[in-house]
């Protein structure tokens, strides 16, 4: 089958006004990213295949080769996914550089897959034999499409990180794929999966193999949707995005997850198919679900009940669901339009979510998960059993596995793939999005090298020095993101001494024939500050929270130990600057006594009461709960005026 050879990157649209550069062209060399990087490898992808084997996830696969199901089978019905988000995260890995043992377990686990594929391409251990549900018959919740989604996508990592292997995972995918069309195609079964992802899927695998049917077939899922496709549910039609056509919607809502993957994956195919009315709709649907229903460290969605997006203003604070997966989705929504449109604040808001998200849902140790990221934790709860799958739900600590575990997968691949994030570029230059220690070298569209080297030690600093390795041999522009919160960026032109700042769109340029060894300086200011809330948050009306730089802030209180921090009593003093300490941000605070009633409401304002004035350090919220059971909280009561 003809291939189109790509470089090696998550997504690659046809057209738009940026091109993103892939791993191959990227690659991080240190710093914060890089050390996340080499703990996935060498201990979260091991982990994570123990779990699938131990759990019996990945077994389903053998039992279904060899007609042992349905008896066998164990775990959920979207199981297989947790496999196929494996094989793409290791595909990405070997990608980044190759390992015998690794590409070794990679075909074997491949080969048990295709074991379990029927000969017409059906693949699912949890449908389609005497005692199971027939083929396509619970679409509302079944996950068949789901699965093959998170298929596609790990054989399109797989073709792109290494084009033409002989593993037979692409042939795989093509043969489902290819079902998928036959099936639900013009003519054929008019309906939709209840949990969106086979159209990222497809769309990707279309532009992989040039086949344009499957681009065809995301369209047609897309277009379905909204109208009655799915039956009614508990949450209304709105839980799984079934009750407004796609390009009529005005916010995301329902299942955060479902939301974020039908928007990336109808991105993808307004790109493909030049659809401006879809694409402006969604962009309409990114901005007001940023502006109303995103928490400051850039999660989505405030109801433990269906996982999902409250309404506007609804964001709560210790019942913040938060769900890794769905911010993970949010960055893949995002990275789609950014590259679509080359607005600056996509790429902002990834930033947030993977300090704020991303590193804080993964253990130190790369072995330990949170599923939910909630900003407030009242109670230090109980550390969860190291040889039981916890339920998804359980966020007193990190957690080895889940009953569902679509998030330790998830969280593999994008950290195996993050330098797919950094960088991308147009006919005029290069684009810097994302800052971390790296070497980018690529052509431009007419053929012109660039090369450069970043150094930076960020986000503990904000310096980033760029510097020129290899010359295009004519004029180009260096473009580089400033974050919305970097009031005052400059960019130094070191050997001319030539400064710019920012063009009024969150990015600096600077075009010129740059010479080998040139440096550039891009200075980020970086202080601490306080934050506030639009007031129409009124579950943390009154509150501040403290952010340095991308990177969110919280108070932690150990639990057991003797004069820590009493949380639910604090009152933060905004008369004081926040102070970068050794240990994190230390913040001037009051403890005002506490008065304990038999009815805790009144009908008076109490007057001043006795405090206990000091100062509380806060801890950066992605290292949270990394020292054993806590209280936590991000948004801190502010001390009025005059009090």
Not at 196 to 224: H, K, N, S
Not at 370 to 399: K, M
Request: proline residues 7%.
């Amino acid at each position: 089958m003809p291939i189109t050879r790509v470089p090696a990157a998550p997504v690659q649209p046809r057209t738009g006004r940026l091109h993103p550069l892939g791993i191959d062209e990227v690659r991080i060399t240190g710093g914060f990213w890089a050390e996340r990087q080499r703990t996935n490898a060498s201990a979260t992808l091991p982990h994570i295949f123990a779990w699938l084997e131990r759990e019996g996830w990945l077994g389903n696969f053998d039992l279904a080769a060899r007609g042992g199901l349905p008896q066998g089978r164990r775990g959920r019905e979207f199981s297989d996914s947790e496999v196929y988000k494996y094989l793409e995260a290791v595909s990405w890995q070997l990608g980044n550089g190759q390992d015998a043992a690794l590409e070794a377990r990679f075909r074997a686990t491949v080969a048990r897959v295709a074991a379990a594929q029927e000969p017409d391409g059906y693949l699912n251990t949890n449908f389609g034999r005497p005692g199971q549900g027939a083929r396509w018959s619970d679409l509302a919740m079944g996950h068949e499409l789901y699965c093959l989604g998170h298929l596609f996508q790990a054989a399109v990592a797989r073709g792109r990180t290494a084009p033409g292997a002989d593993d037979g995972l692409l042939g795989i995918a093509v043969r489902a794929a290819d079902l998928v069309c036959g099936v639900f195609g013009e003519g054929g079964l008019a309906a939709v999966c209840g949990h969106p992802e086979v159209e990222v899927g497809l769309v990707e695998l279309g532009r992989l193999t040039g086949d344009p049917r499957y681009v065809d077939q995301a369209r047609l899922f897309i277009e379905r949707r909204g109208h009655g496709a799915l039956p009614d549910h508990e949450w209304g039609r709105a839980y799984y995005q079934d009750d407004v056509p796609v390009r009529e919607a005005d916010v995301l809502r329902g299942h955060a997850v479902r939301a974020n993957y039908l928007s990336a994956g109808a991105v993808d195919v307004a790109v493909e198919t030049g659809d401006e009315d879809l694409l402006a709709a969604l962009r309409r649907q990114w901005s007001r679900t940023l502006a109303r229903r995103t928490y400051l460290t850039g999660g989505q969605g405030s109801h433990y009940q269906d996982e999902g997006f409250g309404e506007d203003w609804e964001l709560p604070s210790d019942r913040a669901y938060v769900e890794t997966c769905a911010s993970i989705g949010s960055t893949m929504f995002s990275w789609r339009l950014l590259l679509a449109t080359g607005g600056p604040g996509y790429a902002d808001q990834i930033e947030r979510v993977l300090y704020n998200v991303v590193a804080t849902a993964v253990s130190p140790g790369g072995d330990r998960f949170f599923y939910t990221n909630t900003l407030h934790r009242r109670d230090p709860g109980v550390a969860p059993d190291p040889e039981t799958a916890s339920p998804r739900a359980f966020s007193s600590l990190r957690a080895p596995w889940f009953e569902v575990s679509c998030c330790p997968p998830n969280i593999a691949r994008t950290l195996a793939s993050v330098a797919g994030l950094v960088a991308t570029t147009d006919a005029d230059g290069l684009q810097v999005h994302q800052f971390a220690p790296a070497t980018i070298r690529t052509t431009l569209p007419d053929g012109a090298p660039i090369g450069v080297r970043l150094e930076t030690d960020y986000p503990s600093s904000g310096v980033v020095r760029i510097v020129v390795e290899e010359a295009a041999g004519r004029p180009w522009t260096l473009t580089l993101r400033v974050p919305g919160w970097a009031s005052g960026a400059t960019l130094t032109r070191v050997d001319g001494g030539e400064r710019t700042g920012p063009s009024g769109e969150g990015t600096i340029r600077i075009c010129g024939d740059f010479a080998v060894g040139e440096e550039l300086r891009l200075d980020l200011p970086m202080a601490a500050v306080f934050v506030r809330p639009d007031p129409r948050i009124d579950a943390i009306r009154g509150c501040v929270a403290v952010r340095r730089g991308p990177v969110v802030y919280c108070a932690q209180s150990a639990a057991g130990v003797a004069g820590a921090p009493d949380l639910a009593g604090v009152v933060v003093r905004t008369d004081r600057t926040p102070e970068p300490v050794d240990a994190g941000i230390r913040v001037a605070a009051d403890w005002p006594a506490q008065v304990e009633a038999a009815w805790p409401y009144v009908t008076t304002e109490d007057a001043a009461r006795p405090a206990t004035v000091g100062d509380l350090v806060l801890i950066p919220y992605h290292d949270w709960g990394n020292a054993g059971l806590c209280t936590m909280r991000v948004w801190l009561p502010a001390a009025r005026e005059g009090r």
